[in-house]
């Protein structure tokens, strides 16, 4: 009986060391902390101090929250935005697949970005483009992993 429960002990311990999945340096919270756009010969900052902004990342989805620092109190400045949906990464191409936004125009919309991950801060460089809104830019996106 106790060879039976040894090899039980061992087979479960095998394959937990086996099914370990390797972390994804992406997942996780984050909060912007800088944005920059380039549409045609213009580049600017796209940050608003006034708001923050967080993105979640798990294995599969993603989702972002934007509201304004005063609790919408301040009516000529309230603001909320939000979406998610499924994502995927290779190598460094992160390509989301917007399925859910307020602005509903946005829905459907699939994005590439080369993602890299330094420490604690992510950074995100690739293009926007809806047709139907003739949005076609280049974002530059950072953010500091949440604690």
């Known amino acids: 009986m106790k060879k039976a429960v040894s090899i039980l002990v061992l087979i479960i311990t095998m ?6 999945k ?3 340096p992406i997942e996780g919270t984050w909060r912007l902390i800088s944005a920059e756009t380039t549409e045609k010969d213009s580049t600017f900052s796209t940050f608003n101090t006034k708001t923050k902004m967080i993105k979640i990342i798990n294995d599969t ?7 304004d620092l005063k609790h919408g109190k301040d009516t000529t400045a309230a603001l909320f935005f939000g979406g998610g949906g499924k994502y995927t990464l290779k190598d460094s191409i992160y390509s989301e697949h917007l399925e859910f936004f307020n602005n509903r125009d946005w829905e459907d919309s699939k994005f590439e970005f080369v993602v890299k991950v330094q420490n604690d801060t992510l950074i995100q460089k690739g293009v926007e483009k809806v047709e ?5 830019r280049v974002i530059v996106e950072k953010y ?3 604690k």
């Not at 139907?132 to 076609?136: E, P, R």
């Open 22 to 24: 390797k972390q994804n």
């Open 132 to 136: 139907k809104l003739g949005v076609d």
């Open 144 to 146: 500091v992993r949440e």
């Open 61 to 67: 989805h993603f989702a972002f929250f934007n509201h």
């Open 15 to 20: 394959t937990s060391c086996n099914s370990e």
